[in-house]
């Protein structure tokens, strides 16, 4: 099994620009998660989906939409980047939020300059 | 709001010592506490996880203790190798719940 696969690895994007970051998983998982790690913050919240049509708001929102058309794929878009995204990103996904593990991706590193 | 206090920030050990890193938390409603594991440009990896229902979990090098009244849990790692050097993030969540909440982070460095 592939697991959870997000793509691009690395980008790098100008001030007002667009993007949208790809997850992807395979393992039916109903929930799904998109963090944004900056050094010594920890791993913060953006969206999270609890099954395909259903989306909702997590800690750090701002800046960010999402979608989660089928339960394998849940996409983050940027739409006017700014400055304060520069971060990694992670895709995550898992059966239920207790007791079973949550697989994450290897990681979107985002450079907005 | 951190809903979950990770303490230290970093922390060296020589190979061979044991490694301590302490979560606390306040919503007595969480009742899943996993550990993740980070290498550098990795995403986190499940370690190792405990059920409030028991005080202590052990699997192989690594244990957590966890202290319901105080509200606090804690990983330690045996016989610390230079290659447990990671980040360690403690995690709660709960059954009425859709989401994990992230500590922090421990950069732990094992040295030769």
């Known amino acids: 099994n592939a697991g959870v696969t997000q793509t691009p690895k690395f980008r790098i994007l100008k001030i007002g620009q667009s993007m949208t970051l790809q997850c992807a998983q395979d393992?039916?998982?109903?929930?799904m998660y998109w963090y944004r790690q900056d050094p010594g913050m920890g791993l913060k919240l953006i969206y999270y989906?609890?099954?395909?049509?259903?989306?909702d708001k997590g800690e750090v929102p701002n800046g960010y939409n999402v979608s989660r058309s089928t339960t394998e794929d849940f996409p983050l878009r940027l739409e006017l980047a700014a400055p304060s995204q520069t971060s990694v990103y992670f895709c995550?996904?898992?059966?239920?939020?207790?007791?079973?593990?949550?697989?994450f991706g290897q990681g979107t590193r985002l450079t907005v300059v | 709001q951190q809903q979950v206090k990770q303490s230290p920030q970093s922390l060296i050990v020589q190979k061979g010592g044991i490694s301590i890193i302490n979560c606390a938390y306040e919503?007595?409603?969480?009742?899943?506490f996993p550990w993740y594991q980070q290498f550098p440009g990795k995403g986190p990896a499940l370690l190792i996880a405990?059920?409030?229902?028991?005080s202590e979990k052990k699997e192989g090098r690594f244990t957590i203790s966890f202290n319901k009244s105080a509200k606090q849990f804690s990983l330690h790692i045996m016989d610390s190798q230079p290659g447990d050097s990671a980040t360690y993030f403690c995690?709660?969540?709960?059954?009425?719940?859709?989401?994990?909440?992230f500590g922090t982070g421990t950069s732990l460095t094992v040295i030769p």
């Open positions: 995550a996904s898992s059966q239920t939020p207790v007791g079973t593990e949550a697989f």
């Open positions: 393992m039916n998982h109903n929930y």
């Open positions: 989906s609890v099954g395909a049509g259903i989306t």
């Open positions: 919503n007595t409603a969480f009742d899943y």
């Open positions: 405990i059920r409030p229902d028991v």
């Open positions: 995690a709660a969540s709960m059954v009425t719940g859709n989401q994990f909440y």
